[in-house]
C-alpha cells in the first residue's frame, strides 16, 4: 500500500505522524475538529503549542471537513485523545471510504464503556478492519526522525501486511502482532503505572523504589492481560513494558511527571493546571480498575492511583502501603499462572 493516508487528530501524536508521511511520500491530510485550529495549521504548518518547532510538509492537507479528510484514503490513523474517540468516530463514520481499515494510535480506556480504543471504534464503524499502533514512541523523536520501534497489532494477518507497507518509514521498525488486546491494555495501564512512578520519584523514595514498582506494575499488566484472552509475551514486549519504561522515566511524560507533581504535594487540580496535552492516566485508572474487576483481577497499584486521584487517600500513605505489601512469588508458576504481588 502506497496511496493516500488520512490522519485524524491534529495533536502532538497525529502531527508527527503526517509530518512524517508526508516526508516519506505519501499523500497526507490531517483533519482537525476545530475548524479554527484546521485554518492555523493550514496557515502556519507548524503546532508550536503541542509539538514545537515541527513544520509539516506542504504536500499535508489540513481540513476540519471529515469528508475531505477521508475522501480516497486507504488507511485511516486516529490519533485522538481516548475520552475523545467515541464521539469522533461517530462524526467521521458517515465519511468513511470503503474498507480503509482504521489504526488506533490512542492509549487509555474509555471511562463510561470500559472500552479499549480498537473496541471503541469497531462499535462505531462495525465492519472495518481495525488495527492498534503503540509501543514507546514520544511524538516529538517520531517528528524528529529518530529510531524508534513500535507494535502494529492486528487480528487480520493480510490487514497488517497492507498497513506495514503504508506506514514503513526510515528508523521506525514494526513489529507485527494478532493480540488487540494485550496491545491494548499495554497501552492503557503503562499511564496509570507511570503516575505511581512520578509519585515514587516526588516523595524522594528512590530510584530502588521506582524500579521495584515498574516491575510489578508489569506483573499487573500481565494479569490482565492473560484473563482478558491476551498472551503475556505482548505484556513484555513493546506495547507493555517497552512503553511503560519509556513513560514512566521519560522526561516529556505526561503521566509520569504529574506524579511526580502529586508526590510533592500538588493537588491534582494544580497538576493539570498549566498542561497543553491530555494526561490519559487520569481518566484510565478507575476505568482501567473496573475493567479488571469484571475479570477478578486485583490491581494494586491502578486502584492505589485511583484512589489518590479521587482525593481518597494520600500520596505518601498510598506509596508506602504499595511498597510494603506482603511478598509472594514473582512472576509465573509452573502451573502457567501469574502470582499475585
Given at each position: 500500500?502506497?496511496?493516500?493516508?488520512?490522519?485524524?487528530?491534529?495533536?502532538?501524536?497525529?502531527?508527527?505522524?503526517?509530518?512524517?508521511?508526508?516526508?516519506?511520500?505519501?499523500?497526507?491530510?490531517?483533519?482537525?475538529?476545530?475548524?479554527?485550529?484546521?485554518r492555523?495549521?493550514?496557515?502556519?504548518?507548524?503546532?508550536?503549542?503541542?509539538?514545537?518547532?515541527?513544520?509539516?510538509?506542504?504536500?499535508?492537507?489540513?481540513?476540519?471537513?471529515?469528508?475531505?479528510?477521508?475522501?480516497?484514503?486507504?488507511?485511516?490513523?486516529?490519533?485522538?485523545?481516548?475520552?475523545?474517540?467515541?464521539?469522533?468516530?461517530?462524526?467521521?463514520?458517515?465519511?468513511?471510504?470503503?474498507?480503509?481499515?482504521?489504526?488506533?494510535?490512542?492509549?487509555?480506556?474509555?471511562?463510561?464503556?470500559?472500552?479499549?480504543?480498537?473496541?471503541?471504534m469497531?462499535?462505531?464503524?462495525?465492519?472495518?478492519?481495525?488495527?492498534?499502533?503503540?509501543g514507546?514512541?514520544?511524538?516529538?523523536?517520531?517528528?524528529?526522525?529518530l529510531?524508534?520501534?513500535?507494535?502494529?497489532?492486528?487480528?487480520?494477518?493480510?490487514?497488517?501486511?497492507?498497513?506495514?507497507?503504508?506506514?514503513?518509514?526510515?528508523?521506525?521498525?514494526?513489529?507485527?502482532?494478532?493480540?488487540?488486546?494485550?496491545?491494548?491494555?499495554?497501552?492503557?495501564?503503562?499511564?496509570?503505572?507511570?503516575?505511581?512512578?512520578?509519585?515514587?520519584?516526588?516523595?524522594?523514595?528512590?530510584?530502588?523504589?521506582?524500579?521495584?514498582?515498574?516491575?510489578?506494575?508489569v506483573?499487573?499488566?500481565?494479569?490482565?492481560?492473560?484473563?482478558?484472552?491476551?498472551?503475556?509475551?505482548?505484556?513484555?514486549?513493546?506495547?507493555?513494558?517497552?512503553?511503560?519504561?519509556?513513560?514512566?522515566t521519560?522526561?516529556?511524560?505526561?503521566?509520569?511527571s504529574?506524579?511526580?507533581?502529586?508526590?510533592?504535594?500538588?493537588?491534582?487540580?494544580?497538576?493539570?493546571?498549566?498542561?497543553?496535552?491530555?494526561?490519559?492516566?487520569?481518566?484510565?485508572?478507575p476505568?482501567?480498575?473496573?475493567?479488571?474487576?469484571?475479570?477478578?483481577?486485583?490491581?494494586?497499584?491502578?486502584?492505589?492511583?485511583?484512589?489518590?486521584?479521587?482525593?481518597?487517600?494520600?500520596?505518601?500513605?498510598?506509596?508506602?502501603?504499595?511498597?510494603?505489601?506482603?511478598?509472594?512469588?514473582?512472576?509465573?508458576?509452573?502451573?502457567?499462572?501469574?502470582r499475585?504481588?
Open positions: 500500500m502506497s496511496g493516500r493516508v488520512a490522519v485524524i487528530g491534529a495533536g502532538a501524536f497525529g502531527t508527527a505522524l503526517a509530518a512524517r508521511l508526508a516526508a516519506a511520500g505519501r499523500e497526507t491530510s490531517l483533519w482537525a475538529r476545530d475548524p479554527d485550529r484546521a492555523e495549521l493550514a496557515a502556519t504548518r507548524r503546532n508550536d503549542r503541542l509539538l514545537p518547532g515541527v513544520v509539516l510538509p506542504d504536500p499535508v492537507a489540513v481540513t476540519a471537513d471529515p469528508a475531505r479528510a477521508l475522501a480516497g484514503a486507504e488507511a485511516v490513523l486516529v490519533a485522538v485523545p481516548v475520552q475523545a474517540l467515541r464521539g469522533v468516530a461517530e462524526a467521521i463514520a458517515p465519511h468513511w471510504s470503503g474498507a480503509a481499515p482504521s489504526v488506533l494510535c490512542a492509549k487509555g480506556i474509555d471511562a463510561e464503556t470500559l472500552r479499549l480504543p480498537h473496541e471503541t469497531r462499535a462505531a464503524l462495525p465492519g472495518v478492519p481495525v488495527a492498534v499502533l503503540t514507546p514512541t514520544f511524538a516529538h523523536e517520531i517528528a524528529a526522525g529510531p524508534a520501534a513500535a507494535v502494529l497489532a492486528a487480528e487480520d494477518g493480510a490487514v497488517r501486511q497492507r498497513l506495514a507497507s503504508v506506514l514503513a518509514l526510515p528508523r521506525f521498525r514494526l513489529y507485527p502482532s494478532a493480540d488487540l488486546i494485550g496491545a491494548g491494555l499495554g497501552g492503557a495501564a503503562k499511564n496509570v503505572i507511570a503516575i505511581a512512578a512520578g509519585v515514587v520519584e516526588g516523595l524522594g523514595l528512590g530510584e530502588n523504589a521506582r524500579a521495584a514498582l515498574i516491575t510489578r506494575g506483573a499487573e499488566l500481565t494479569r490482565l492481560v492473560v484473563a482478558e484472552g491476551g498472551r503475556a509475551e505482548t505484556a513484555a514486549g513493546l506495547s507493555g513494558l517497552g512503553d511503560l519504561v519509556l513513560t514512566a521519560g522526561g516529556a511524560s505526561r503521566n509520569h504529574l506524579g511526580i507533581a502529586l508526590g510533592r504535594g500538588a493537588t491534582l487540580a494544580e497538576a493539570l493546571g498549566s498542561r497543553a496535552g491530555v494526561t490519559e492516566g487520569v481518566a484510565t485508572a476505568a482501567l480498575v473496573l475493567r479488571a474487576a469484571r475479570h477478578g483481577v486485583e490491581l494494586p497499584i491502578a486502584a492505589a492511583v485511583a484512589a489518590l486521584l479521587a482525593g481518597r487517600a494520600g500520596a505518601a500513605a498510598l506509596a508506602e502501603s504499595l511498597l510494603a505489601r506482603a511478598p509472594r512469588q514473582e512472576g509465573w508458576g509452573h502451573d502457567g499462572a501469574v499475585r504481588p
